[in-house]
């Protein structure tokens, strides 16, 4: 095949032959792969542009993801193969950024953490459940909420029960309402039950005395 023409329409290039077919691939793979009118083209190098074609564009998409926010990898190979790019491609750019270190689940998970327990007060088991949603390796998970001590948990858990008790749906129950929807709240919220009895017995809610 001859290339007959090349004619830009955006970013793109739409490169003609003169057998009436034609690809549209990006500007750049037209000046990297030096294409002019008239340059003889067989079918595995108009192949070879087109894979070309397809990794400059989930590369872009990608970084366009992680611009955004953090992903796992897990998280960020859904939203490509939802853009309906090829799967083995997307694998091959994944590990290209992982490589470049554009893509990192340990610090994923450590903002992650940072973000769901320390600002949102969620508990740990909780937090765990959702990385394992998000593909995060289990011992990656681990080794991250190994720094968050029993201390740090209860803590936050006793800020969020007495804030809790504080409200208006809690003044006219019982010793046992309120201990079962205390304990409702804090499982739902991630905590593990040790640490919800720890802070059910600081609060010394069997006097109805909250501290």
């Not at 739902?188 to 640490?195: A, L, N, V, W």
């Amino acid at each position: 095949m001859i290339i007959v023409t090349l004619r830009k329409k955006g970013n793109n290039v739409i490169v003609q032959f003169n057998d009436g077919s034609s690809i549209l691939v990006d500007y750049k793979i037209v000046t990297d792969a030096g294409l002019r009118k008239n340059d003889v083209i067989d079918e595995s190098k108009k192949n070879e542009l087109l894979i070309l074609n397809e990794k400059l564009k989930i590369k872009e998409a990608a970084i366009k993801l992680i611009s955004r926010r953090l992903h796992s990898k897990h998280e960020l190979i859904n939203k490509l193969i939802k853009k309906k790019f090829d799967k083995k491609l997307i694998n091959d750019t994944i590990e290209e950024l992982i490589s470049k270190h554009y893509l990192n689940d340990y610090e994923f998970c450590k903002a992650y953490v940072e973000e769901r327990f320390y600002r949102k007060k969620i508990g740990i088991n909780k937090i765990k459940a959702e990385l394992i949603k998000k593909g995060i390796e289990r011992n990656i998970i681990e080794d991250v909420l190994y720094l968050i001590d029993d201390n740090s948990s209860f803590h936050t858990a006793y800020e969020l029960a007495k804030k809790k008790l504080s409200s208006y749906q809690f003044k006219k129950l019982d010793n046992q309402k309120i201990k079962q929807k205390l304990f409702s709240f804090l499982s739902s919220r991630g905590y593990p039950s040790d640490i919800i009895f720890k802070v059910m017995d600081k609060l010394n809610i069997h006097e109805n005395e909250w501290t």
